[in-house]
């Protein structure tokens, strides 16, 4: 299975933009870029996903590489809320349909 | 009321004890995982659910069975609990509608430790 490769914590201060890098050099075809993210003493939640082309929705954008080898997620203006554990995943759409494998991910710290 | 509950929240026992985490889902959905989560680490997945008649083990399934008795209920158990099990447990749904790919919705996660 294809894996990523994401920095161990990243900064920012509240009401910046914040973008998080994921690498994922051998990712196939088929392979779903999703990005989960963890509040403290929470369960996982689900924040975007995306194949081949940029994503935006409420929460954050993803913007993915031409040649899919990289993306990033985008989040707009950083909240104190959005200090948290944020994993990029790849999902293979045929193989690997419905399963998760979570790295150690990045923590994001937020300051005031 | 949560989509997704886990019981119970906190669970501490004894080596060689039998533990039985329960989930619950209100959500429809026809898949159903359970991981745990060790300090520091992401989460693994231990056994998941197509549906009530496909239960697959994952990554780490030894030490662990499950149980999916409903649409909404999937159990893990712990048959003979030791320590290197204490970790933080985490269930979670999924529509599974047959798409390629796939959100999955998870639990407030109970935390297990084993003396």
């Known amino acids: 299975d294809a894996k990523t490769t994401q920095p161990n914590s990243m900064e920012s201060n509240e009401e910046e933009p914040v973008h998080l890098p994921c690498n994922h050099s051998t990712i196939s075809g088929t392979d779903y870029i999703h990005w989960y993210r963890q509040l403290p003493s929470q369960g996982p939640e689900y924040v975007i996903h995306g194949l081949t082309s940029n994503v935006n929705n409420r929460m954050a954008s993803l913007a993915i590489a031409e040649d899919r080898k990289s993306s990033t997620l985008i989040l707009h203006r950083a909240t104190l809320r959005d200090a948290a554990v944020y994993y990029c995943?790849?999902?293979?759409?045929?193989?690997?349909?419905?399963?998760?494998?979570f790295g150690q991910g990045t923590i994001l710290t937020v300051h005031p | 009321d949560a989509d997704v509950t886990q019981t119970p929240r906190n669970r501490i026992t004894k080596t060689g004890k039998r533990i039985m985490l329960e989930c619950s889902q209100t959500k429809g959905h026809d898949r159903m995982y359970w991981y745990r989560q060790d300090p520091g680490l992401g989460l693994r997945l231990i056994y998941y659910?197509?549906?009530?008649?496909?239960?697959n083990k994952g990554e780490i399934s030894d030490g662990y069975s499950v149980s999916r008795q409903a649409q909404a209920k999937f159990s893990l158990s712990l048959e003979s609990a030791i320590p290197n099990q204490t970790a933080l447990y985490f269930c979670?749904?999924?529509?599974?509608?047959?798409?390629?790919?796939?959100?999955?919705?998870f639990g407030p996660g109970t935390r297990l430790t084993v003396l």
């Open positions: 659910s197509f549906d009530v008649k496909d239960i």
């Open positions: 995943i790849l999902e293979n759409g045929g193989t690997s349909y419905g399963k998760l494998t």
């Open positions: 979670a749904t999924s529509r599974g509608s047959g798409r390629f790919t796939d959100t999955q919705y």
